[in-house]
Protein backbone atom coordinates (compact mmCIF):
# COMPACT_ATOMS: atom_id res chain seq x y z
CA UNK A 1 0.00 0.00 0.00
CA UNK A 2 3.02 2.17 1.30
CA UNK A 3 4.26 1.49 -2.67
CA UNK A 4 0.97 2.86 -4.38
CA UNK A 5 0.58 5.68 -2.23
CA UNK A 6 4.47 6.83 -2.66
CA UNK A 7 3.75 6.27 -6.88
CA UNK A 8 0.45 8.52 -6.37
CA UNK A 9 2.19 11.38 -5.20
CA UNK A 10 5.12 11.34 -7.60
CA UNK A 11 2.37 10.97 -10.31
CA UNK A 12 0.39 14.27 -8.69
CA UNK A 13 3.97 16.42 -8.51
CA UNK A 14 4.55 15.03 -12.37
CA UNK A 15 1.45 15.93 -13.50
CA UNK A 16 1.45 19.78 -11.61
CA UNK A 17 5.43 20.01 -13.10
CA UNK A 18 3.80 19.39 -16.24
CA UNK A 19 0.67 21.89 -16.00
CA UNK A 20 2.83 25.21 -16.86
CA UNK A 21 4.45 23.96 -20.28
CA UNK A 22 1.01 22.47 -21.30
CA UNK A 23 -0.66 25.78 -20.85
CA UNK A 24 2.64 27.91 -22.56
CA UNK A 25 1.51 25.65 -25.49
CA UNK A 26 -2.12 26.57 -25.51
CA UNK A 27 -1.95 29.90 -26.14
CA UNK A 28 -5.49 31.44 -27.42
CA UNK A 29 -5.12 32.69 -30.53
CA UNK A 30 -6.64 36.50 -30.10
CA UNK A 31 -9.95 37.69 -32.24
CA UNK A 32 -9.71 40.60 -34.34
CA UNK A 33 -11.83 42.42 -36.29
CA UNK A 34 -11.38 42.55 -39.91
CA UNK A 35 -13.17 44.49 -42.55
CA UNK A 36 -13.43 41.68 -44.74
CA UNK A 37 -15.65 39.97 -41.71
CA UNK A 38 -18.56 38.76 -42.33
CA UNK A 39 -21.42 38.58 -45.13
CA UNK A 40 -20.84 41.93 -46.56
CA UNK A 41 -17.54 42.52 -45.95
CA UNK A 42 -14.70 43.90 -47.62
CA UNK A 43 -10.80 44.64 -48.03
CA UNK A 44 -9.84 47.49 -46.92
CA UNK A 45 -8.01 48.71 -49.80
CA UNK A 46 -5.36 51.28 -47.84
CA UNK A 47 -4.55 48.45 -45.31
CA UNK A 48 -3.96 45.76 -48.29
CA UNK A 49 -1.70 48.47 -50.01
CA UNK A 50 0.47 48.89 -46.87
CA UNK A 51 0.50 45.13 -46.15
CA UNK A 52 1.77 45.11 -49.51
CA UNK A 53 4.89 47.01 -48.68
CA UNK A 54 5.41 45.08 -45.27
CA UNK A 55 5.65 42.07 -47.54
CA UNK A 56 7.39 44.08 -50.41
CA UNK A 57 10.16 45.69 -48.22
CA UNK A 58 10.05 42.30 -45.19
CA UNK A 59 8.59 39.09 -46.26
CA UNK A 60 9.55 39.26 -49.71
CA UNK A 61 13.30 38.57 -48.63
CA UNK A 62 12.78 35.03 -48.12
CA UNK A 63 8.90 34.34 -49.32
CA UNK A 64 7.76 33.74 -52.32
CA UNK A 65 3.70 34.03 -53.57
CA UNK A 66 4.53 32.32 -56.83
CA UNK A 67 0.32 33.04 -57.78
CA UNK A 68 0.13 35.95 -57.79
CA UNK A 69 1.41 38.67 -60.89
CA UNK A 70 2.19 42.15 -60.42
CA UNK A 71 -1.10 43.24 -62.94
CA UNK A 72 -3.19 41.49 -59.83
CA UNK A 73 -2.61 44.71 -57.53
CA UNK A 74 -4.97 46.69 -59.60
CA UNK A 75 -7.64 44.77 -57.26
CA UNK A 76 -6.08 46.55 -53.70
CA UNK A 77 -6.84 49.43 -55.24
CA UNK A 78 -3.44 50.51 -57.25
CA UNK A 79 -3.57 52.18 -60.64
CA UNK A 80 -2.29 50.65 -63.67
CA UNK A 81 0.60 53.25 -63.91
CA UNK A 82 1.81 52.38 -60.63
CA UNK A 83 1.55 48.52 -61.55
CA UNK A 84 3.89 49.06 -64.13
CA UNK A 85 6.05 51.15 -61.72
CA UNK A 86 6.13 48.46 -59.04
CA UNK A 87 6.57 45.46 -61.70
CA UNK A 88 9.25 47.73 -63.59
CA UNK A 89 11.41 48.24 -60.57
CA UNK A 90 11.77 44.01 -60.61
CA UNK A 91 14.63 42.47 -62.68
CA UNK A 92 13.06 38.76 -64.18
CA UNK A 93 14.35 36.19 -65.87
CA UNK A 94 13.52 35.68 -69.66
CA UNK A 95 14.74 33.74 -72.77
CA UNK A 96 16.09 32.27 -74.47
CA UNK A 97 17.27 34.55 -76.86
CA UNK A 98 18.52 34.44 -80.39
CA UNK A 99 21.83 33.04 -79.18
CA UNK A 100 20.46 30.84 -76.77
CA UNK A 101 20.86 32.45 -73.36
CA UNK A 102 18.37 34.03 -70.72
CA UNK A 103 18.42 37.06 -69.85
CA UNK A 104 17.18 39.26 -67.41
CA UNK A 105 14.97 42.42 -68.29
CA UNK A 106 12.60 45.06 -66.47
CA UNK A 107 9.40 43.21 -65.05
CA UNK A 108 6.03 43.66 -66.55
CA UNK A 109 2.36 43.48 -65.22
CA UNK A 110 2.40 39.99 -66.67
CA UNK A 111 4.79 38.77 -64.91
CA UNK A 112 4.15 36.69 -61.71
CA UNK A 113 6.00 37.98 -58.37
CA UNK A 114 9.79 37.22 -58.74
CA UNK A 115 11.14 34.67 -56.20
CA UNK A 116 13.60 35.35 -53.72
CA UNK A 117 14.94 32.11 -54.56
CA UNK A 118 15.87 30.50 -57.97
CA UNK A 119 15.04 27.15 -56.15
CA UNK A 120 14.24 25.21 -53.05
CA UNK A 121 17.92 23.80 -52.53
CA UNK A 122 18.92 27.44 -52.82
CA UNK A 123 16.53 28.72 -50.13
CA UNK A 124 17.89 26.05 -47.59
CA UNK A 125 21.58 26.67 -48.31
CA UNK A 126 20.76 30.57 -47.71
CA UNK A 127 18.43 29.67 -44.59
CA UNK A 128 20.29 27.11 -42.24
CA UNK A 129 18.39 24.07 -43.90
CA UNK A 130 14.55 25.78 -43.36
CA UNK A 131 12.36 26.53 -46.24
CA UNK A 132 9.59 29.67 -46.05
CA UNK A 133 6.60 28.48 -47.37
CA UNK A 134 5.10 30.79 -50.47
CA UNK A 135 2.40 32.95 -49.22
CA UNK A 136 0.07 33.09 -51.88
CA UNK A 137 -2.80 30.90 -50.32
CA UNK A 138 -0.92 31.17 -46.44
CA UNK A 139 -4.39 32.06 -44.98
CA UNK A 140 -6.14 29.81 -46.60
CA UNK A 141 -3.21 27.01 -45.16
CA UNK A 142 -3.83 28.28 -42.07
CA UNK A 143 -7.72 28.72 -41.74
CA UNK A 144 -7.77 24.74 -41.59
CA UNK A 145 -5.56 24.86 -38.44
CA UNK A 146 -6.95 27.75 -36.81
CA UNK A 147 -9.99 26.67 -34.14
CA UNK A 148 -11.46 29.77 -35.69
CA UNK A 149 -12.75 28.84 -38.87
CA UNK A 150 -12.49 30.69 -41.90
CA UNK A 151 -10.21 33.64 -43.55
CA UNK A 152 -10.71 35.34 -40.60
CA UNK A 153 -9.36 32.62 -38.87
CA UNK A 154 -6.07 32.68 -41.04
CA UNK A 155 -5.86 36.35 -40.57
CA UNK A 156 -5.94 36.02 -36.78
CA UNK A 157 -3.46 33.09 -36.82
CA UNK A 158 -1.09 35.09 -39.28
CA UNK A 159 -1.47 38.10 -37.00
CA UNK A 160 -0.72 36.23 -34.34
CA UNK A 161 2.10 34.49 -35.06
CA UNK A 162 3.82 37.49 -35.93
CA UNK A 163 3.85 39.14 -32.52
CA UNK A 164 4.47 36.17 -30.58
CA UNK A 165 8.12 36.41 -30.72
CA UNK A 166 8.79 36.44 -26.99
CA UNK A 167 11.91 35.31 -24.85
CA UNK A 168 11.55 31.77 -23.69
CA UNK A 169 10.64 30.63 -20.41
CA UNK A 170 13.37 29.81 -17.77
CA UNK A 171 14.33 25.91 -18.27
CA UNK A 172 12.40 25.78 -21.94
CA UNK A 173 15.06 23.91 -23.70
CA UNK A 174 14.83 25.36 -27.34
CA UNK A 175 16.51 23.27 -30.45
CA UNK A 176 19.33 25.03 -32.18
CA UNK A 177 18.76 27.45 -34.95
CA UNK A 178 14.97 27.84 -33.64
CA UNK A 179 12.92 30.92 -32.03
CA UNK A 180 10.37 31.09 -29.64
CA UNK A 181 6.75 31.69 -30.07
CA UNK A 182 3.81 31.66 -27.90
CA UNK A 183 1.52 30.65 -30.99
CA UNK A 184 2.99 28.30 -32.69
CA UNK A 185 2.66 24.40 -31.86
CA UNK A 186 5.39 23.63 -29.75
CA UNK A 187 6.42 26.95 -29.15
CA UNK A 188 9.53 26.40 -31.50
CA UNK A 189 9.43 28.37 -35.25
CA UNK A 190 12.65 28.35 -37.46
CA UNK A 191 11.38 31.95 -38.63
CA UNK A 192 13.68 34.48 -36.85
CA UNK A 193 10.81 37.33 -35.59
CA UNK A 194 10.25 39.19 -39.06
CA UNK A 195 8.71 42.52 -37.66
CA UNK A 196 9.33 44.81 -34.61
CA UNK A 197 7.38 47.51 -35.19
CA UNK A 198 8.97 50.59 -37.25
CA UNK A 199 10.15 48.20 -40.04
CA UNK A 200 8.68 50.12 -43.01
CA UNK A 201 7.87 53.98 -43.46
CA UNK A 202 4.40 53.68 -44.46
CA UNK A 203 3.67 55.77 -47.93
CA UNK A 204 0.33 56.90 -46.31
CA UNK A 205 1.95 58.15 -43.29
CA UNK A 206 0.44 55.75 -40.85
CA UNK A 207 2.77 54.98 -37.80
CA UNK A 208 4.15 51.52 -38.23
CA UNK A 209 3.67 49.66 -34.51
CA UNK A 210 4.21 46.07 -34.66
CA UNK A 211 0.70 45.48 -34.27
CA UNK A 212 -0.57 47.43 -37.44
CA UNK A 213 2.32 45.80 -39.44
CA UNK A 214 1.12 42.58 -38.63
CA UNK A 215 -2.48 43.68 -39.00
CA UNK A 216 -1.76 45.16 -42.92
CA UNK A 217 -0.13 42.33 -43.80
CA UNK A 218 -2.45 39.67 -42.79
CA UNK A 219 -4.88 41.98 -44.63
CA UNK A 220 -2.68 41.76 -47.43
CA UNK A 221 -2.09 37.71 -47.16
CA UNK A 222 -6.16 37.60 -47.09
CA UNK A 223 -6.75 39.63 -50.21
CA UNK A 224 -3.97 37.16 -52.12
CA UNK A 225 -5.37 33.93 -50.28
CA UNK A 226 -9.08 34.96 -52.26
CA UNK A 227 -9.28 37.91 -54.23
CA UNK A 228 -12.32 37.08 -55.58
CA UNK A 229 -14.22 37.45 -51.92
CA UNK A 230 -16.14 40.53 -53.06
CA UNK A 231 -17.37 39.41 -56.28
CA UNK A 232 -18.58 36.10 -54.32
CA UNK A 233 -20.32 37.90 -51.70
CA UNK A 234 -21.73 40.25 -53.94
CA UNK A 235 -22.96 37.57 -55.93
CA UNK A 236 -24.42 36.19 -52.81
CA UNK A 237 -26.43 38.73 -52.09
CA UNK A 238 -27.90 39.32 -55.09
CA UNK A 239 -28.95 35.45 -55.09
CA UNK A 240 -30.56 35.62 -51.85
CA UNK A 241 -32.45 38.82 -52.71
CA UNK A 242 -33.68 37.34 -56.13
CA UNK A 243 -35.06 34.17 -54.24
CA UNK A 244 -36.90 36.33 -51.75
CA UNK A 245 -38.43 38.70 -54.44
CA UNK A 246 -39.68 35.28 -56.14
CA UNK A 247 -41.28 33.93 -53.05
CA UNK A 248 -42.91 36.66 -52.83
CA UNK A 249 -44.43 36.35 -56.44
CA UNK A 250 -44.65 32.66 -55.87
CA UNK A 251 -46.90 33.34 -52.88
CA UNK A 252 -48.85 36.16 -54.33
CA UNK A 253 -49.75 33.77 -57.01
CA UNK A 254 -50.61 30.70 -55.13
CA UNK A 255 -53.10 33.25 -53.05
CA UNK A 256 -54.53 34.43 -56.55
CA UNK A 257 -55.07 30.97 -58.25
CA UNK A 258 -56.24 29.02 -55.21
CA UNK A 259 -58.31 32.38 -54.02
CA UNK A 260 -61.74 30.53 -54.94
CA UNK A 261 -60.92 27.26 -53.23
CA UNK A 262 -61.99 26.24 -49.80
Known sequence: MSKLVLW????A???LGAAPARAQEAQ????NSWSFSGPFGTFDRAAAQRGFQVYEEVCSHCHSMNLL??????????TEEEVKAIAASKQVTDGPNDQGEMYQRPGRPSDAFVPPFPNEKAARAALNGALPPDLS????ARADSSPIKGLSGGADYVDALL?????????????????????????QIAMPQPLAGDDVKYADGT???LPQEAHDVATFLTWAS???MEERKFTGAKVLIFLLVMTGILYAAKRQIWADVH
Open 163 to 187: QGFKEPPAGFKMSANMNYNIYFPGN
Open 8 to 11: LACA
Open 69 to 78: HYGDLVGIGY
Open 207 to 209: KAT
Open 28 to 31: PIPK
Open 137 to 140: LIIK
Open 13 to 15: LLA
Open 226 to 228: EPT
